[in-house]
């Protein structure tokens, strides 16, 4: 075994430090001091991936054994970490701007008390921490353990401006409906350990591929791919289990940015590709991934077309994006919907981190009507933004055109209409991100004349980050160039090949014809040109207005009543059934009955304490009528 994957404990173990420091020292500790451990342990972390990502580019690939976690008869579960070439990928994605993240966050939280600051330093550690032990775990326990930490940390740090109840209401959302996926993963677990008696993924993958255990039937194999699915719905944040990543804007922009682009909602997919096998053996699952992920896109790119809070806008394009990456994962795509967690890392984090920078410029305004002109201001912000609409849009040569199209040229093998409607969520795509660009950055300025004084370009701990993920937005997505463009180009499929070896000896491939590849992608980029240019036009020279939407657009505006619709039909009939439980069942019902015992004895003492009088003739009497029902009882009876 290779030296170095013999350190891997090393990597998710130095987040786990940091949050210790930061956490149990955050009175003590002051703030630069809190974010160069907070950073720090992660750049060393990331510095550990990059050493371990080579070594798996040069074939070593090990499941590094610690203990036994669960130990019970014939039921053993390691604590085991799988190095390989998809966990070192994600090791770097997350590491990478995990980084840079951590960097941009000790500047914009910087107002922050020095425990806060710490504080939330710490929490952003264990994030990362939670999300390492997620990929690199090497059976489904490990990877749930994962899963839970990143869903508790989502939950600390959308809230962590606790003293504003919203927030909190929205951490709340996030946890509630992150437990009921996460009830899916569990029970497929509980599955896998019935029939297979393991969850290693090595066991598991053998066993089911090559037909080892007798009554393991599709239907078994279809029924946990199905749970799993569920886990995912809700951790990636597709339909019906999508509503709580919208509201999650309420942390601050850093946080944001690491749910969005290097943690948590990529779990899902991580999860679905690393169990690829299940799924490809699993067609019906497959199908239904698809049509979920696809619904998904569009809806949520129907809902960002209308919304005027900047990051509500990047939220609703990272459902759509998530929807695309589940796209690919049902039509086969294993290494395109990877792909796109890759490229889609890069360029979210710098949308979001690009939002923040505004933010901080506008003093806290995230309404967009009350934005225009601040490419003169914000140089750096404004070119750094201006790459990732371009590359969350598709155009060539930006990383996003390869991954996005990568997915729809699988969809357009599968079914056309898969790719038609694809094709029709990109355009939306780059409308609303170029709408978003023009009303915040092109016209004129239309806040207030304080704002308009306070407007400067960020910091460099901010326009660092810019820059780097600028780069790698431009530049990412050239690990995967299509074979039509250049033989052996596609870097990213030959390196990820031992991962989706099995699955592709059972997918029936039918290479498109190089002539239909070059038509796809031109109505794709010609079609996000034009909803390109047709947005810069119409909102470049945007003016304030105090007329509603109607129609369509109110309906859009108000996210298609989901939240409303979900309120009334879930949230208030359990409302009320908890009113009934509780007023009725509990305080009426159980409160009544035992409250009665306790009157009853109470009453009842009450009234054989009156026995006690304190007069000797009283008990006279009573002797003699005692004496009397002993004769009586004794002669007649």
């Known amino acids: 075994m290779n030296n170095v994957l013999q350190l891997v404990w090393l990597i998710p173990f130095l987040p786990l430090i940091g949050f210790l420091i930061n956490g149990l020292g955050r009175k003590h500790l002051s703030k ?21 990502f ?139 350990i019935s029939k297979l008696g393991t969850v290693d993924f090595h066991n598991v993958f053998d066993m089911v591929g090559n037909n080892k255990v007798k009554g393991f039937t599709t239907f078994d194999i279809t029924a946990i791919t199905m749970l799993l699915f569920v886990g995912a719905m809700g951790k990636s944040a597709q339909i019906p289990l999508y509503t709580w990543l919208p509201d999650a804007m309420a942390g601050p922009t850093p946080v944001s940015a690491l749910i969005h682009a290097a943690t948590m909602v990529t779990a899902g997919i991580y999860m679905i590709a690393r169990s690829n096998l299940l799924y490809t053996m699993a067609p019906t699952t497959q199908c239904v991934v698809a049509i979920v992920g696809l619904s998904t896109a569009i809806l949520a790119a129907t809902i960002a077309l209308k919304q005027n809070d900047i990051k509500k806008v990047l ?7 998530l929807g695309y990456m589940f796209l690919g994962l049902g ?59 371009l590359a969350i849009a598709g155009m ?63 910091p460099k701990a901010i326009t660092f980050p810019l820059v780097v993920l600028a780069i790698l937005a431009l530049a990412g997505g050239w690990v995967g160039i299509p074979e039509v463009f250049m033989h052996g180009g596609h870097i990213l499929e030959t390196f990820l090949e031992p991962i989706f070896a099995d699955s592709n ?24 040109l034009i909803a390109l240019v047709f947005a810069w036009n119409k909102f470049s020279k945007y003016q304030k207005t105090d007329v509603a939407e109607t129609g369509l657009g109110k309906v859009l505006q108000n996210k298609w009543y989901v939240d409303e619709l979900y309120d009334a039909v879930i949230v208030k009939p359990l409302q009320s059934l908890s009113a009934f439980f509780n007023n009725i069942v509990e305080k009426k ?19 054989v304490r009156l026995l006690q009088s304190g007069h000797v003739g009283t008990y006279v009497l009573l002797m003699v009528i005692g004496i009397l029902i002993l004769f009586i009882v004794q002669l007649f009876l």
């Open 505 to 528: 000896k059972l997918i029936t491939a039918h290479p498109l014809p190089h002539t239909t590849e070059y038509l796809l992608m031109a109505v794709s980029v010609i079609g996000a």
């Open 32 to 52: 630069t001091l809190a974010g160069v451990i907070g950073s720090g342990v992660i750049l060393i972390s990331f510095i550990l991936s990059v050493w371990v």
């Open 54 to 192: 080579f070594n798996v580019k040069n074939g070593n690939t090990h499941v590094a054994h610690y203990f036994d976690f669960i130990n019970v008869a014939s039921l053993k579960i390691g604590f085991d970490f799988q190095i390989d070439q998809l966990s070192s990928l994600f090791l770097l994605i997350i590491t990478g701007v995990g980084f840079l993240i951590h960097v941009y966050s000790t500047s914009y939280m910087h107002d922050e008390e020095p425990k806060n600051f710490a504080k939330y330093f710490a929490y952003l550690n264990l994030f990362v921490f939670s999300m390492l032990l997620l990929v690199m775990g090497a059976n489904y326990v490990i990877m749930f353990i994962g899963w839970e930490g990143v869903g508790l940390c989502s939950y600390l740090l959308i809230g962590f401006w606790f003293k504003n109840n919203n927030y909190n209401t929205a951490a709340k959302k996030a946890f509630v409906m992150n437990r009921i996926g996460d009830l899916g993963f569990l029970l497929a677990v509980f599955w896998l």
């Open 315 to 321: 939220a609703y394009s990272t459902v759509s994006q």
């Open 396 to 458: 060539p040569p930006f990383s996003g055109f390869f991954s996005k199209d990568e997915i729809l040229a699988h969809a357009f093998e599968k079914n056309p209409l898969l790719w038609g409607i694809g094709v029709l969520g990109a355009l939306m795509t780059a409308f609303y991100m170029f709408r978003l660009y023009a009303m915040t950055f092109l016209g004129k300025f239309r806040g207030t004349h304080d704002q308009e004084h306070h407007l400067h370009e960020s």
């Open 331 to 389: 039509v086969g795509a294993y290494t395109g919907a990877v792909f796109h967690v890759m490229t889609h890392a890069f360029f979210k984090a710098l949308l979001f981190l690009g939002a923040g920078s505004v933010i901080h410029a506008m003093s806290g305004e995230q309404d967009m009507r009350n934005m225009g002109g601040l490419k003169k201001y914000m140089g750096t912000t404004h070119l750094t933004f201006l790459i990732g609409c």
């Open 589 to 607: 019902g159980i409160d009544g009955f035992v409250n009665g015992v306790g009157k009853a004895v109470n009453y009842g003492s009450r009234q």
